[in-house]
């Protein structure tokens, strides 16, 4: 989208739906870096970013582009910056571009929680709206095998943190991350997990091995059972059945999903959980991916 006067630190990541926003990494890398799952930035050894270089960089794009909208702080987890560092950002990034009105940012939760309430008020008013969030799983014991660095209570304190203080959040949970073994467990405790955040967006993505299985078996501390795509599309009905959310926008529209799912949870239950039953109840279908994209 832009022709932009400095150059990426690659590789560089963000969500599907920051297609069009503009990117500025504040940071390098992953400041955990240790999921077994993840291999986003196995090449990059974690560096925040002087300030100076950042700020240089939003001025000079402003020269070119200054009726930007929205923008995404890079890399793995901006949110781990302190409070002054990001307030310092937005305030560069206000000044810059007149008509902004969203920024956001993948962060973790305990970066979140390192954040008092009025710093976290201060940052969302400063124009930090928005924050993304790879919860991967509800499980203690699936997070500890994945070695997220993360349980159900640090996580729900974090994310109910960054509501109270009127920030969005947009939620992942890993389809199959725990394997056949603790398939049900991972969707019992993630939905509950999610019922308590009540995110304004929650999305699944399916584990892949970039490196694949073996590599990441070796990784995974625990028993790994391979799900099925059938495997997959029943924890998934499992993890929908359990959610008791309002007013959720929900997706499973990631490349890596087989069954597509569009919709609002609660509005819109009924009708995914229906279109799940129809797959299960036809499992020889082929195109599974191609027939439901439709979504809702």
Known sequence: MFG?????????????SEAYSLIFQVTLGCSWNKCAFCEMYSSKKFKTRKFEDVKSEIENTAKEYNDIRKVFLADGNAMVLSSAKLIEILTELNRNFPKLNR????????????KTKEELIELKNAGLKLLYVGIESGDDEVLKMITKGETYNSTLDGLLKAREAGIKLSVMILNGLGGKKYSEQHAINSAKLVNEI????LSTLVL?????????????????IKMTKMDLIKE????????????????????????????????DKNEMLNRINQVLENPEYSGLREEWQRGL
């Open 198 to 201: 009540k995110p304004e967006f």
């Open 4 to 16: 932009l006067p400095f150059d990426y630190n690659e590789p560089l990541f963000r969500p599907p």
């Open 236 to 267: 998934m009905k499992t993890l929908i059945e359990k959610t008791e959310l309002e007013n959720t926008v929900f997706r499973s529209d990631h490349a890596s999903n087989y069954l597509v799912l569009k919709g609002n949870l609660s509005r």
């Open 103 to 114: 920024v956001s940012a993948y962060a973790l939760p305990n970066d979140i929680s390192s």
């Open 208 to 224: 892949s091995y970039p490196y694949g299985e073996d590599h990441f078996i070796k990784k995974f501390n625990g028993d790994f």
